[in-house]
């Protein structure tokens, strides 16, 4: 298994709180990436980085921050949680430029916004 | 707009037969097509990926087939088996033309049910 672990990887919180999530990887791969689940919807890219201080947003960006102040680190901030925000998340990490370019996505966070 | 359309949402198949699933893109300019699977409660994980520059690849019982005029891929699982039961994804990105950024678009999933 790739080296990428969630954190917390189960939570509950109430609408209106802030709330981090943290994505850590251990392969010092270029790419990093978070994406919401929910049914009939499919995997949704929130946001991405491409490098240390480098994040650009996805399709599902509103209400969702990202920092990446070292390579190995990702973490998303739910600024004032909703319960829309209800939802599983992965994180993922590529090495872009390995011939498979494959993405490798972590065991993901359940949140539960009440 | 969805760029990346995935049927079916959900399939049952019997042992031993054959699964399949389709997808169909719009962008022209994509040029990696890979498909992952997710088991409960786990993360996706890539199964299988094709470029453009081939109609099929094989890996084992998976296999893509790929359509570029129809722009159109599709997954067959052979002998499909219980251990198959899982979601599906397919997915599009275009790394070779877009100076080397990777944001693979996926289509919304299907549930695959192999019956014993």
């Known amino acids: 298994d790739a080296g990428i672990t969630q954190s917390p990887r189960h939570k509950v919180t109430e609408t209106g709180t802030p709330v981090t999530l943290r994505c850590h990887q251990t392969?010092?791969?270029?790419?990093m990436y978070w994406y919401r689940q929910d049914p009939g919807h499919g995997l949704r890219l929130i946001h991405y980085s491409y490098g240390v201080k480098d994040t650009d947003k996805g399709e599902v960006s509103d209400g969702y921050s990202v920092s990446r102040s070292k390579t190995e680190d990702f973490l998303l901030t739910l600024e004032s949680a909703t319960s829309s925000q209800t939802s599983v998340y992965f994180c993922a990490i590529s090495p872009v430029g390995d011939p498979t370019y494959e993405q490798y996505f972590g065991p993901g966070t359940r949140l539960t916004v009440t | 707009q969805q760029q990346v359309k995935q049927s079916p949402q959900s399939l049952i198949v019997q042992k031993g037969g054959i699964s399949i699933i389709n997808c169909a893109y719009e962008?022209?300019?994509?040029?990696?097509f890979p498909w992952y699977q997710q088991f409960p409660g786990k993360g996706p994980a890539l199964l299988i990926a094709?470029?453009?520059?081939?109609s099929e690849k094989k890996e084992g019982r998976f296999t893509i087939s790929f359509n570029k005029s129809a722009k159109q891929f599709s997954l067959h699982i052979m002998d499909s088996q219980p251990g198959d039961s899982a979601t599906y994804f397919c997915?599009?990105?275009?790394?070779?033309?877009?100076?080397?950024?990777?944001?693979?678009?996926f289509g919304r999933g299907t549930s695959l049910i192999v019956h014993p």
């Open positions: 997915a599009a990105t275009t790394i070779f033309t877009s100076g080397g950024s990777y944001i693979p678009t």
């Open positions: 094709i470029r453009p520059d081939v």
């Open positions: 392969e010092n791969h270029r790419y």
């Open positions: 962008n022209t300019a994509f040029d990696y």
